[in-house]
């Protein structure tokens, strides 16, 4: 195992694809010659040259729209948005395009493009640049939303993306690009879409998170440990898919569940995980599932008004001891 | 690059080639024609529901360009492509079964009036938000100068569509890249019921090409010969070293902009319509073919009944064919598990 | 150290307590496990101890109040300790502002001991909860069940879901159960620190004390002609799908037995009722088919068997048990009932005396009955109703004869004993009580 970072597993797995199947290109703003605003893309320039790392005016909605229309006669886009901040300008091609055409064209047409970027908080870029968006497009049927939170994942969910026939919505994590991990080797390391996966066991409570947050559901799980609470942390994954099985079996087993979300409460990811659970295993249930969520307002840009507005470790544990009725 | 190209023809005799060409156009927009005409009495009888747009009046745009095209081009449009996938070679019965949100129809009953698609004979819609498909038809030439091919897209839009985001967008990086599309931008002078005057800073659309690196020319929309033309030269500089135009056809649509508006209305007056129905493109190609090829008037009668039997055809194949499968419902949202 | 004295539950369907008598006033000091105050629960007059020892400074409830499970009714600290942020939400309704406290530990629950939740308390909580004896979760009441109860709120019984789950397996009545989330939510730990009758899931919740012997019983799962029969005739006939097998017994021989039980003296008096006991539980002995629990996804089978006896009190019913009724004389039968009927009508049965019965019989032969059915009493399979002796012509032998009859009615869950099943077990009783001897042989 090689111990990469979650920006170098992204690079691996778009380079292995590249060399793989010449139908798949990358295009978006920044993508070759800066080698990508996060340097996701870096050195693929060289490797592939300019016919198959494109890069675009600002045009988010024009390229998006480029990338459907080359799916749709069988390429296999990768397209890059620089954050998913700008990609609501391209938000009509992902959904009125992508997502439907299947199924307005009776199944004649397929869409097997990706989009993808980071999304979601950093630091201090105030309200238009913090953004998670993956419940928006969650809500989409025709979509699938993956949201990797670990180098590996974060690799062979990419390959797997970029072989799905179907469009595929991204979201990375900017302040994950850093984050090191181990990564299998060889270059058939794929994570199946719509496959959650418990990155620590436990049997009292389950926190269920994505991206950014797992790492926040960890951190709170061994504070709860250190209090004697023997947490579960699932990584969902994949939002869409939504890994049910894995949740309900998680959920029946510690009967207790806390959400974790970088995305606003309302509608969000976490209301379709509660929403599964009192659906399918009510009597399992011992007490209603919390959720931690962003605050519900735009992103403030003073520090410590954004601290108190995101998901973080000390609101995980509180509301995991609520739920064990501990408070 | 300016003014309609049918100005100025003298009338010689057309060679026998031309003329056999022009009477196969006929009979097509004829076709065309009383497709739609029979189409709006399905409306009204409820047997199509939803949106419809009718494009009586237009047909020689969609005949005069389509015409031009080889089997590995594209074909894009947007809401108003009954025409336009007829004249692509999908059958009346598929199109019309398809407004009758049959299981039989180009899309399986899943689209409607405005999501005809036809893949394999590269008719990829049939699109409702204005002028998004405008990006996809970039993106259709992308595909095809990526992997080193010289067929080209053809996409349809209406004149109100090149004032919205994605017209801009995509035209800009179409020139920047040299992507093989040929923009027709139908100019029927009303965008709904907004005229081209209130709506475009300019209202000579064609210049707009100027800003992004491509020819612009206008053409005569109702001269089917001038718009085969236009479309020509515009194909041939597509397939030499994708070099995109934008054509502004000007046409004009008989009847109301979908099934819900009157033919003239508020927006504009029975009269402005009668002065343009002077210059059907129908009529302007018999008398053409009338004069310059000899054709008898019994040769017009004879397509009309040949094109009514075909549009009956399609009703009755239309109105007899099963709805969907209950379980099509499920169906075609995502790829078949491998 | 400050502590709160609350309102126990008393009972396994306790909901309220009526606070009789303080027997402690304010300033006396106390020592932990002295008496309280008589506390008067929908079965019995019980005793409110004090949990911790300092002084009883302040009374929060006066004697003749009603006041639900888990409100605080005293305060019991240092002589001079500031008691004020006690007395703040001291007499507020459970539900209102913090948690409630723990079911049987709730006496004890200290200020400290808010704070420190967990493994500690748990442990306390199963200390306090064994000691109080509640072992038995049967309901009390044979004939009628009681009312489902009523929380202090006077709304439904609000449990998690999974408590619900956890307590119907268990055949725990939530409504005994104070629960420990926020408005009295009776959740998962509540429910598996609740004294069970049976023992629960290996490695859970512990033990109560006064449980029956280990393993006493065999839990038999549930045949699939046994569910199809169980679902299918409650559909029928209601929640407890019943039938009635009546049988006439001769009952001169046991008329002569104890006739001549009571030519020995005083002592030697029984009544026919003890009689009737005693053979009872002899023939459960031989039909355990009859001596079993329907438990909902399986039957329990008891290998003890413990005979509730209906005994009429001034408001309505109660039903003492006699443990190992089979392997008890008829004479300890007699005076072990003589006894708890005397309580019982005195209010002051303790709980694990009238919970925990395999089996129940319902005798209303001094009132002239000859014969009636009689209502089980859940988790129980069967109830015998007795009626009066009679005597009445009969033919035997070719002859008619005047002998001294009795009519006895057995109902039985069909779920668990069917129509042979039932029979046979009469027909043992019969057979005894026609030759009692047999009783001691």
């Known amino acids: 195992m090689a111990v990469l970072t979650y920006r170098d597993a992204l690079n691996q797995a778009l380079r292995e694809e590249m060399q793989r199947d010449d139908r798949v290109f990358l295009m978006g703003e920044e993508v070759a010659e800066y080698n990508g605003a996060y340097k996701v893309s870096r050195g693929l320039l060289d490797e592939f040259g300019a016919r198959r790392v494109v890069d675009t005016p600002i045009a988010e909605l024009g390229f998006a729209g480029i990338g459907v229309g080359a799916a749709m006669v069988g390429l296999r886009p990768v397209i890059e948005m620089m954050t998913w901040n700008f990609a609501l300008l391209a938000i009509d091609q992902i959904v009125n395009s992508a997502a439907k055409m299947r199924y307005m064209s009776g199944g004649q047409v397929g869409v097997p493009i990706v989009f993808r970027g980071p999304g979601g908080a950093a630091l201090q870029l105030a309200a238009q640049h913090s953004q998670a968006f993956e419940s928006w497009y969650a809500h989409i049927p025709g979509l699938k939303v993956v949201a990797p939170a670990t180098p590996a994942d974060a690799k062979g969910l990419l390959k797997s993306a970029i072989r799905d026939d179907d469009p595929v919505v991204f979201i990375e994590g900017e302040m994950l690009y850093n984050l090191k991990g181990e990564v299998p080797d060889g270059g058939e390391h794929l994570v199946p879409i719509g496959r959650a996966e418990v990155k620590r066991a436990g049997g009292e409570v389950t926190l269920v998170c994505h991206s950014k947050t797992v790492a926040v559901a960890l951190k709170a799980a061994e504070e709860l440990a250190a209090q004697g609470v023997d947490a579960e942390v699932l990584d969902l994954r994949s939002i869409r898919p939504l890994d049910e099985a894995a949740l309900l079996a998680s959920v029946a087993k510690t009967h207790r569940c806390v959400v974790v979300e970088e995305g606003w409460a309302f509608a969000g990811v976490g209301a379709q995980v509660v929403d599964t659970i009192q659906r399918e295993i009510f009597d399992e249930l011992d007490a209603p599932v919390l959720r931690v969520t962003q605050a519900d307002v735009p992103m403030p840009y003073n520090k410590h008004l954004e601290k108190a507005a995101k998901a973080d470790v000390p609101k995980t544990v509180a509301a995991a001891r609520k739920v064990l009725y501990l408070e | 690059m300016t003014a309609t190209a049918s100005r100025g023809r003298k009338p010689a005799a057309l060679d026998a080639e031309t003329a056999g060409r022009l009477r196969g156009y006929l009979r097509q927009m004829m076709l065309i024609r009383h497709f739609e005409e029979r189409a709006g009495e399905a409306y009204s009888l409820g047997l199509i529901g939803g949106f419809c747009h009718l494009y009586i009046g237009q047909e020689a745009v969609a005949v005069g360009t389509i015409s031009a095209l080889r089997d590995d081009d594209h074909v894009i449009s947007a809401y108003r492509e009954h025409g336009h996938a007829i004249a692509r070679g999908v059958t009346p019965r598929a199109v019309m079964a398809e407004l009758f949100g049959k299981a039989t129809g180009s899309s399986h009953g899943k689209g409607g009036s405005m999501h005809i698609f036809d893949a394999g004979r590269g008719f990829l819609g049939g699109h409702g938000i204005v002028g998004s498909h405008i990006a996809l038809a970039a993106g259709h030439a992308f595909a095809s100068k990526y992997r080193g091919q010289d067929s080209l897209t053809l996409c349809f839009f209406g004149e109100a569509a090149a004032n919205i985001g994605a017209f801009h967008e995509t035209l800009n990086m179409a020139g920047l890249w040299k992507l093989p599309v040929v923009f027709v931008c139908e100019n029927n002078f009303y965008g709904m019921g907004t005229a081209l005057h209130r709506a475009a800073a300019i209202e000579e659309l064609h210049q707009r090409a100027a800003s992004y690196g491509m020819p612009g020319q206008a053409v005569d929309g109702q001269d089917v010969m001038a718009v085969r033309e236009a479309m020509d030269q515009a194909a041939a500089r597509a397939r030499a070293d994708g070099t995109p135009t934008l054509l502004e056809i000007r046409t004009y649509r008989y009847v109301g902009h979908s099934m819900s508006d009157a033919v003239h209305g508020t927006y504009r007056s029975k009269e402005e319509v009668e002065e343009h129905k002077r210059r059907d493109p129908i009529r302007l190609l018999a008398e053409l073919l009338r004069e310059r090829a000899g054709m008898p008037e019994a040769e017009v009668d004879e397509m009309e009944q040949s094109v009514k039997a075909e549009v009956q055809d399609a009703w009755d194949f239309a109105e007899s064919s099963p709805d969907p499968d209950p379980s099509a419902l499920y169906t075609d949202v995502y790829a078949p598990e491998a | ?441």
């Open chain 3, 1 to 441: 150290m400050a502590t709160k004295v609350v309102m126990e539950a008393l009972s396994p369907t306790m909901e309220e307590g009526r606070l009789i008598e303080w027997k402690k006033q304010e300033g006396e000091t106390v020592a932990a496990g002295d008496v309280l105050a008589e506390v008067e629960t929908d079965k019995a007059v019980m005793e409110l101890v004090a949990r911790a020892g300092g002084v009883l400074r302040k009374q929060l409830v006066p004697a003749g109040a009603t006041v639900p499970v888990a409100t605080t009714v005293a305060v019991i600290a240092g002589k001079d300790e500031d008691i004020a942020a006690l007395l703040g939400n001291g007499s507020a309704a459970p539900g209102a502002g913090a948690a409630k406290p723990a079911q049987g530990a709730a006496g004890a629950e200290t200020a400290a001991a808010a704070e420190t939740a967990g493994a500690a308390e748990t442990v306390a909580t199963a200390e306090t909860a064994a000691a109080a004896g509640k072992a038995h979760p049967a309901p009390v009441v044979a004939a009628a069940p009681a009312a489902p109860a009523t929380p202090a709120d006077g709304g439904r019984v609000k449990a998690s879901p999974l408590a619900r789950r956890i307590a119907a397996e268990r055949g725990v009545d939530l409504a005994g159960i104070a629960g420990s989330g926020p408005g009295g939510r009776v959740v998962q730990r509540d429910v598996e620190r609740a004294p069970v009758a049976a023992a629960p899931a290996a490695g859970a919740a512990p033990r109560p004390a006064r449980a029956l012997p280990d393993e006493g019983y065999a839990d038999e799962p549930l045949t699939q002609i046994r569910k199809t029969i169980a679902k299918r005739l409650v559909q029928s006939i209601g929640p407890v799908p019943t039938f009635y097998l009546t049988a006439e017994v001769d009952m001169e021989r046991a008329w002569d037995a104890r006739e001549a039980l009571k030519a020995l003296g005083p002592e030697g008096k029984v009544s026919f009722n003890d009689i009737i006991l005693k053979a009872v539980a002899t023939a459960l002995r031989q039909h355990p088919a009859c001596n079993a629990w329907w438990q909902d996804d399986h039957i329990r089978y008891w290998r003890d068997v413990h005979v509730g006896v209906a005994v009429a009190v001034e408001d309505g019913l109660i039903t003492p048990v006699v443990r190992h009724a089979d392997r008890k004389t008829l004479r300890e039968i007699s005076a072990e009932v003589r006894d708890m009927a005397g309580r019982a009508r005195e209010r002051r049965l303790r709980p694990e005396e009238y919970t925990g019965a395999t089996f129940s019989i319902s005798n209303l032969g001094m009132y002239d009955i000859s014969h009636f059915t009689a209502i089980i009493n859940p988790p129980e399979a069967g109830i015998l109703a007795v009626g009066g002796i009679i005597e009445k012509p009969v033919a035997a032998d070719g002859q008619v004869t005047i002998r001294r009859r009795m009519q006895v009615t057995m109902s039985c869950d069909h779920r668990v004993i069917d129509g042979a099943t039932g029979a046979e077990f009469l027909r043992t009783l019969k057979t005894l009580l026609e030759n009692p001897l047999a009783l001691v042989w």
